[in-house]
């Protein structure tokens, strides 16, 4: 956590419960008819304390505090500086503002939390299985909540999990609390979530206040750009926050070349469920502040909310682009993208629409929302939470490291493992996939292991499924690893063949030399010699294919003395507009059209991809809802 603060935090409530749903007892039993009723046996005499559910309200001195060994309930408080924001604001024609509220949300995955525990007395160490999304940087808190080493604690994550979208990161409180519960009884325990447990204590995102304002030319053009944020972090400040305030933080800017920056960030703590990572977290509470203040712009100022955006945007002969808290925007066209959403979403249509909804005396209007979605994050970036002297005296943190492992068995067949812990976001075929491009093989003859034990597999504490990391990262890391493999399976055949590796290669599951069709044997056989024919390979060849890549790109720095932070490596840019209408009797809002523009780069799987968008739209519109990829990027 990058924040030093007081706070006891224990799995099971001490003297004060802070929140509904907070657990204050654990019952065991031989079966889960008995628990229950147990459970229902248990009487608790509670005093009740002035609850604080409102931030604002929290963070004011006289509020009532939830931990008095810290003494407020701000528990975190930085100023951010970038560029001349002073001087842009005295000189601006117009300063406009505004204040919005980001409401809690979460999702609700079809499976809960499932956590099964045991304790080796000999051993003094845990055995874990739990649905656990990551990132495993939270195995060194459990370990150490427990008061072992990180051998010590040994945790397994099965290969599906029923969908998370972030959420069961925020298992691994229950991990301590079932591995004491294990200890304790001297059995192995199971707890499985009901539904009534997930959605009262396991998990939501921050609810955050913004107050943002804009130092805008009359044009609309806009030259600084000045948050105050507070962040509603519930109860306790729970690892990985403050992550989903800083995440985002190199991209406060968003999509547009806006070079003077100001930002003061507060973490407060109120009497609500603790909050964790959620769908893209940190993203949704920027934009929503960030595209509201766009459209008051625009209102503001009797221009159109579109021509605001595009005056706005990073230009395309502007990348690589530094934003000024730090993020390298490495490459895009946003322009273009606009201008292909527009043409191919039927945004004239859609206008037509609304002027005749209009004349008809409807209230109908059309939204735009133009973002930079960030991927593969930087684990240092929650450390900028930190001054500079306090992550000095801490140590440097940084990086975004992603494992794999590639093998070919005896008889030729090609195993990957992976650690990135999916929910059904299809990562088994595209590193299946991948592999195959590599070695020429069937897509039906790799075998991909999604499976994590800590005590067996590689991994890194930057190891699991969130922030988009997957393409990037760990299909990256998969595509090293067969590389290597091919490499070496080209220098066997290279020496069987006696011709050069450049000549070899790989396809329709043969390995060939160009040129000589006469020179050609199955994948199969070519590998099998690392295993079954020793005596034949190349000097310097160890036998046994089997290669593991570990992975970090060297532009995910720690944070500097000035507080820059690439808070992510890539950043891909979506535009959505919408066209609304309101009913002004009931209030009822009706979405006419959704259209979405993901500038996703490289397409790895299409089919996948396109899944995935269609997953997160909005699928009530009366009309339509269109998806559009424009892979631009490169």
């Not at 001195?61 to 951010?80: E, I």
């Not at 008051?296 to 605001?308: H, T």
């Not at 011709?499 to 050609?520: E, K, P, Q």
Request: glycine share 8%; proline share 6%.
């Amino acid at each position: 956590v990058g924040v030093r603060q007081p706070m006891q935090h224990w799995c099971l409530a001490v003297d004060k419960v802070r929140y509904v749903g907070e657990p204050v007892a654990v019952v065991v039993a031989c079966d889960r008819y008995v628990a229950e009723d147990a459970v229902d046996a248990i009487e608790v005499d509670y005093e009740l304390l002035t609850p604080v559910v409102d931030p604002e309200t929290a963070a004011l001195p006289d509020a009532p505090v939830l931990h008095d060994d810290v003494g407020a309930n701000v528990v975190n408080d930085r100023h951010f500086s970038y560029g001349d924001p002073n001087r842009a604001f005295a000189q601006a024609a117009h300063r406009i503002g505004l204040k919005v509220r980001y409401p809690r949300s979460s999702c609700t995955p079809i499976e809960c939390y499932v956590v099964i525990a045991n304790y080796d007395v000999a051993a003094a160490s845990y055995d874990v299985t739990a649905n656990f999304q990551g990132p495993f940087a939270l195995h060194s808190v459990m370990a150490r909540a427990l008061k072992v080493g990180a051998s010590g604690l040994r945790l397994r994550t099965p290969p599906d999990s029923g969908g998370s979208f972030g959420i069961k990161q925020g298992v691994f409180a229950y991990v301590v609390l079932m591995a004491l519960a294990a200890r304790k009884a001297r059995a192995p325990v199971k707890w499985v979530e009901d539904r009534l447990e997930h959605l009262q204590a396991s998990s939501s995102a921050t609810n955050r206040v913004t107050e943002i304002e804009a130092a805008v030319s009359a044009d609309g053009r806009v030259s600084a750009l000045r948050y105050e944020q507070l962040d509603d972090c519930g109860a306790y400040l729970r690892a990985p926050e403050p992550a989903t305030f800083y995440r985002m933080h190199g991209t406060l800017t968003g999509a547009y070349d806006i070079q003077n920056l100001e930002a003061r960030n507060r973490v407060v703590l109120t009497n609500k469920t603790p909050t964790g990572l959620n769908r893209g977290f940190g993203g949704p509470q920027v934009y929503y502040a960030l595209e509201r203040l766009m459209q008051r712009i625009a209102v503001e100022l009797d221009l159109d909310p579109l021509d605001v955006i595009r005056r706005n945007l990073v230009p395309a002969d502007a990348f690589p682009y530094r934003a000024p808290a730090g993020s390298l925007l490495d490459s895009g066209d946003y322009q273009s993208a606009v201008t292909q959403g527009v043409a191919q979403g039927g945004l004239d249509e859609l206008k037509q629409r609304r002027d005749a909804a209009r004349q008809e005396g409807r209230l109908y209007g059309i939204g735009y929302c133009a973002v930079v979605e960030p991927s593969i994050s930087n684990m240092g970036y929650i450390t900028t939470a930190m001054t500079p002297a306090e992550r000095e005296k801490a140590g440097p943190k940084n990086g975004a490291v992603a494992t794999a492992t590639v093998g070919v068995d005896p008889l030729g067949g090609v195993t990957v493992h992976v650690s990135s812990t999916p929910q059904g976001q299809g990562h088994r075929t595209v590193a299946a996939q991948v592999i195959a491009d590599v070695l020429g093989l069937d897509f039906e003859a790799i075998t991909v292991n999604v499976e994590l034990d800590t005590q067996k597999d590689p991994w890194s504490n930057a190891s699991g499924n969130y922030s988009s990391r997957f393409a990037g990262a760990v299909a990256g890391t998969v595509y090293e690893a067969a590389n290597r493999i091919r490499k070496r399976v080209a220098a066997i055949a290279a020496h069987q063949f006696e011709v050069d590796a450049s000549r070899i290669r790989f396809g329709d599951g043969r390995v060939t030399v160009a040129d000589d069709d006469r020179l050609s044997t199955s994948f199969r056989r070519m590998a099998g010699t690392a295993h079954w024919a020793p005596a034949l390979l190349p000097e310097g060849e160890p036998g046994g294919l089997r290669e593991t890549a570990f992975w970090s790109p060297p532009q995910l720095a720690a944070p500097d003395v000035n507080d820059h932070i690439n808070s992510s490596l890539c950043y891909g840019f979506v535009f959505d507009y919408c066209g609304v209408e309101i009913d002004t009797v009931t209030g009822r809002v009706r979405l006419d059209r959704y259209v979405t523009l993901h500038d996703a780069g490289r397409i790895l799987n299409p089919a996948v991809l396109d899944g995935q968008v269609r997953g997160g739209t909005p699928t009530h519109a009366k009309r339509s809802s269109q998806v559009l990829l424009a892979p631009v990027l490169e």
